[in-house]
């Protein structure tokens, strides 16, 4: 029997995909994502690989490549060196490339979450350079448009119980989920040549922290902040003047 809260193209998903339903049942019931027990979600029209190795991708997030595309017409980048910083399942890199000439390097600390990447390219058959590395160790020149929807949920922050199967390295961030904007943003004002576009995915209550934080080290730039379809703050974007 279906549970209430599963959709009916789920269940049907579940059910093609396996005979031990009541097992399926039992873990749903104990808050286990169902985007891991069906094995890929669709991200902007890119078919997405999703296991534990990686944070499912948000239907939010789409709007975060919705509105860096539509960016980076209006700015006239043509052809973009772009740098994925916490690329995660690759979803991001992978959208962009499938939707605009690009070259697109994506980096994130997690070797699992890597290989994931890797193999949601090739499921999409897009070419990206993956790396594993620190995000604060790493030189950012000589990119066009810089993107992250890093970590940034507060470490005393009550979250749904169906994270606690997602990778903490891909949810958590100290100075109340500030801290890797502030990374990444310090890192940038201390570049010779800087991007002509920073895009940023967000907590909800962000926003305000975020833009002192780039005018403290990147005054040059134009803070943009958009809300999601919930009509929360969610996307920031920093153009250079």
Known sequence: MKPEFITEVDWKCLKEKYNDLKNIIEKLNHHYPVQYLIGNVDFYNCDIKVDERALIP?????????????KIKELKINNPKILDIGTGSGCISIALKKNIECEIVAIDISKDAI??????????????????????KMNYENYDVIISNPPYVS??????????YEPPIA???????????????????????????????IGSSQKD??????????????????KDLAKKDRYIFLIKK
Do not use: H, W
């Not at 948000?58 to 539509?70: A, D, G």
């Not at 470490?155 to 606690?164: Q, R």
């Not at 922290?209 to 958009?226: G, R, W």
């Open 58 to 70: 948000r239907y939010e997030t789409e709007f975060l490549v919705e509105k860096t595309i539509e």
């Open 115 to 136: 290989s994931l990447a890797k193999e949601n390219a090739l499921r999409n058959n897009v070419s990206i350079k993956f790396g594993i590395k620190d995000m604060r």
């Open 155 to 164: 470490e005393d922050e009550k979250v749904g119980l169906e994270t606690k």
């Open 171 to 201: 949810l958590y961030a100290k100075k109340n989920g500030l801290y890797y904007y502030e990374e990444i943003i310090r890192k940038i004002s201390k570049m010779k040549t800087k991007p002509k576009l920073i895009c940023f995915e």
């Open 209 to 226: 922290q975020i833009k002192e934080i780039s005018k403290s080290y990147l005054s040059e730039y134009e803070f943009i902040a958009l």
